[in-house]
């Protein structure tokens, strides 16, 4: 069965950058889309960032647009997530999530991701 397995997470301080990772297995990596959403607590999950399974297709939430960027290496089966001057807003559970149908061609509408890790907990001081 497919697997997510996200790694990274940790307490860094405002201003700090971190790389998230993805590491995925149970499927043809290559063929499908990917994306990160993150959790804070009391409050809802939020899309943060998705890719297409060509890597041609990106988009990102109004949360992190212009300090992140999600990318993917099909040959490690593993997406990232690098978020650049972090808040303490950014504080959440963020999550890696897979998209259930191959080569689609655009990042996939938010409820339509059905395959998710566990998470890696993300905290950022003041």
């Known amino acids: 069965q497919v697997q997510l397995v996200e790694s990274g997470g940790g307490l860094v301080q405002a201003g700090d950058s971190l790389r998230l990772s993805c590491a995925a297995s149970?499927?043809?990596?290559?063929?499908?889309?990917m994306a990160w959403f993150r959790q804070a607590p009391g409050k809802e999950r939020e899309f943060v960032a998705g890719?297409?399974?060509?890597?041609?297709?990106?988009e990102y939430g109004d949360s992190v647009k212009g300090r992140s960027t999600i990318s993917r290496d099909d040959a490690k089966n593993t997406v990232y997530l690098q978020v650049n001057s972090l808040k303490p807003e950014d504080t959440a559970v963020y999550y890696c999530?897979?998209?259930?149908?191959?080569?689609?061609?655009?990042?996939?509408?938010?409820?339509?991701?059905?395959?998710w890790g566990r998470g890696t907990r993300v905290t950022v001081s003041s």
């Open positions: 149970g499927r043809i990596f290559s063929n499908y889309g």
């Open positions: 999530a897979g998209d259930p149908i191959p080569f689609r061609n655009y990042v996939a509408p938010a409820g339509r991701y059905t395959y």
């Open positions: 890719i297409d399974w060509r890597g041609s297709s990106i």
